[in-house]
């Protein structure tokens, strides 16, 4: 077992070889100038703060030859996938399926799908396109944790309060024990992120705990 001692609100105990780190959703169209997060009118910079501990998430995960599963947030060329009610709703520059300057924005396939080039996925890892904001929706997730033996999550990825909550609600929900990494992780809304954090963690992790990537090292190390 591995503890990390400093985690919120407790200590945070995990076997690697039953968890999995989920990095959700790390790809161009929420990170990069032109993507599915910049036509909805968000400054895409600020997910950038996320990448050095991602990475420092995933190396560790990989030296520990760990499960590592990364998500892609996207729909079908013909959208057959994405209800009218996700696609039509606001006033975004683009819509999901509208052709931009890395592709049809969140079109599976397309450039902006693939996760940046920062994070690079390694042979072994596992890739999951899914059209949902969680990542257990509409996709083989479940069943795959499950052949796996897996019991423990950490969680990585953008944005904090959508994707990463969503699915980390999901998760907890089918009896995961969640953690969710501070520091490879972010939002559009500093706020959200902080505020996201705070409710997973309160009541006792209520949806799980949260620690940082030199604590989860750390860990690793003892
Ligand atoms: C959003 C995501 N924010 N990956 N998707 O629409 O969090």
């Not at 009896?175 to 969710?180: A, E, H, R, S």
Request: net charge negative; proline share 7%.
């Amino acid at each position: 077992m591995a503890v990390v001692a400093d985690a919120l609100p407790f200590a945070f105990a995990f076997p690697p070889a039953h968890t999995a780190v989920m990095m959700i959703d790390m790809q161009r169209d929420f990170l990069e100038p032109g993507g599915f997060g910049e036509t909805l009118g968000n400054d895409v910079g600020l997910l950038r703060s996320a990448l050095p501990g991602a990475r420092r998430l995933l190396d560790l995960a990989h030296a520990q030859g760990m499960t590592v599963i990364h998500t892609r947030e996207c729909h079908r060329p013909d959208l057959s996938d994405c209800p009218p009610a996700k696609r039509e709703r606001g006033e975004p520059r683009l819509r999901i399926g509208d052709a931009g300057p890395m592709g049809r924005v969140l079109i599976a396939g397309e450039p902006g799908v693939e996760i940046v080039a920062e994070l690079p996925i390694l042979p072994g890892d596992i890739v999951i396109d899914k059209p949902g904001k969680g990542a257990f929706y509409a996709t083989t997730l479940g069943d795959i944790l499950q052949e796996r033996g897996i019991t423990h999550l950490l969680f990585g990825g953008v944005t904090t309060e959508v994707c990463v909550q969503t699915t980390m609600r999901e998760a907890n929900d089918r009896g995961f024990q969640c953690l969710v990494v501070e520091d490879a992780t972010e939002s559009y809304f500093p706020a959200f992120k902080e505020a996201t954090l705070d409710m997973m963690r309160a009541q006792g992790a209520i949806v799980g705990w949260t620690a940082t990537s030199a604590q989860i090292e750390e860990a690793f190390r003892a």
